[in-house]
């Protein structure tokens, strides 16, 4: 049987059309579906929020106003972050800064009034606060890492 160039064509033409079709029928296209619940936010379920950072600001501003110093004596340094960020302390007061990240850190006044030296894991500084007063500082490694002390008479 002699089949003609034109047969050939439709034929082939056939064969190419066929494959198309089943070829976009075995890609896959990605979807992505939230549950129902009445969380708006992608997460685990039962999550109302995703959780932020220590140190980091959060999305909702406080309406009254930043936060007040914690008292105390200890700064930790977690995940990039002095924890607390603002921390309260009377004249004459000793402030130990503690390193709990695997990265070296230091902790140096915006005034120049203290400086430590590089930090390596769980190493510590401390300083003796003996004026009132606000002293800002930063881990001058890592400029964004801020903090305060607020020293009280």
């Known amino acids: 049987m002699v089949v003609s160039s034109r047969a ?10 066929l494959a198309g079709c089943s070829a976009s029928q075995r890609e ?10 009445t969380s708006a936010t992608p997460g685990m379920p039962g999550m109302s929020a995703m959780p932020s950072m220590p140190g980091a600001p959060s999305g909702t501003a406080s309406p009254s106003g930043p936060p007040a110093p914690a008292n ?5 340094i977690d995940n990039f972050a002095f924890v607390p960020a603002k921390l309260a302390v009377a004249a004459g007061s000793t402030v130990t800064w ?3 990240d695997e990265e070296p850190h230091t902790v140096a006044a915006s005034d120049g009034s203290f400086h430590s030296p590089g930090m390596d894991a769980q190493a510590s500084y401390s300083h ?22 607020v020293v009280t008479p």
């Not at 896959?28 to 619940?37: K, Q």
């Not at 105390?72 to 930790?76: E, I, K, L, Y």
Request: hydrophobic share 40%; charged share 5%; glycine share 12%.
């Open 98 to 100: 503690i390193n709990h």
């Open 72 to 76: 105390g004596d200890a700064v930790s």
């Open 128 to 149: 003796t606060f003996s004026v009132p007063g606000t002293f800002d500082y930063v881990c001058s490694i890592h400029p964004f890492m801020r903090g305060t002390v």
């Open 8 to 17: 050939h064509i439709v034929l082939l033409a056939g064969v190419l059309l």
């Open 28 to 37: 896959s296209h990605p979807s992505v579906t939230f549950g129902s619940g």
